[in-house]
């Protein structure tokens, strides 16, 4: 009985031992007597026994990689504080065992003097535009040598660019005086525009005010035009109705005792205008004088 408990024990650990259940995105390594034999594969596998064991055993997950700060010194002399994340993946699992005994380690440490000497490279001002640019340059170097490790780079980035204080508040105080300058700038164009703006509305002004000064003397004129023309019309017409009544029978007549009741008019009124009276040469001839002013009026319709 007890015999049989004991090779049903025996049985029961020959069993677990040779049962292998590899869960997905894993990968273990096999040795046999010592040697490498198999990379065994998500799922069931079996092994023997006591002569088979499980030495290595990867995730073929991306795996994110903190790289520890450090400093690093740029093209102009000036100390940067840097550190990163890196992420990778194991793709060969025979390689990653036997390649390289701690490619973790190895990778840490290639990223770190790869991004030394990538930086080293550039000036300070470089470093902070061209991060898209280390973290390629970093990359290409770390695939190229991690795949003897059965490693694969994916990508690299950077987490932080820190530089020395003094540096810090002197980018702060540039970067104070090129707001204030822009500031400036932005102020002088506005007077500037203003300055135009107020030159182009009052030459505007000027132009609209000269246009209607103009129109202005323009009309006055037309006006004037049109008044002396509908005077001289007026005149015409009188003077056409007058000769027209001359023309008459009996007209002339007319005209006569019109004459000689203004003549008188006249004469009378001229008394009254002032303390000085202007007489002609032969004012006690009445009579000549209205014969003279009718002698006139009788010459005109012949003409």
Known sequence: MISTLVLFAAALVFVLQAVRV??????????????????????????????????????????PLDVPSQICITRDNTQLKVDGILYFQVTDPQRASYGSSDYIMAITQLAQTTLRSVIGKMELDKTFEERD??????????????????????????????????????????????????????????????????????REASIQKSEGEMQAAINTAQGEAEALRLVADANAHALRAVAQAIAEPSGIEAVNLKVAEQYVEAFAKLAKTGNTLILPANAGDVAGLVATALSVVKQAPKS
């Open 133 to 202: 640019e280390i973290n390629t340059s970093v990359v290409a170097a770390l695939d190229e040598a991690a795949s003897s490790w059965g490693v694969k780079v994916l990508r690299y980035e950077i987490k932080d660019l820190v530089p020395p204080q003094e540096i810090l508040h002197a980018m702060q105080s540039q970067i104070t005086a090129e707001r204030e300058k822009r500031a400036l700038i932005a102020a002088s164009e506005g007077r500037k525009q203003e300055q135009i703006n107020i030159a182009a509305g009052q």
């Open 22 to 63: 590899v869960p997905q995105q894993s990968a273990l390594v096999v040795e046999r007597l010592g040697r490498f034999h198999a990379v065994l594969k998500p799922g069931l596998n079996i092994i023997i026994p006591f002569v088979d064991r499980v030495a290595y055993r990867h995730s073929l997950k991306e795996i």
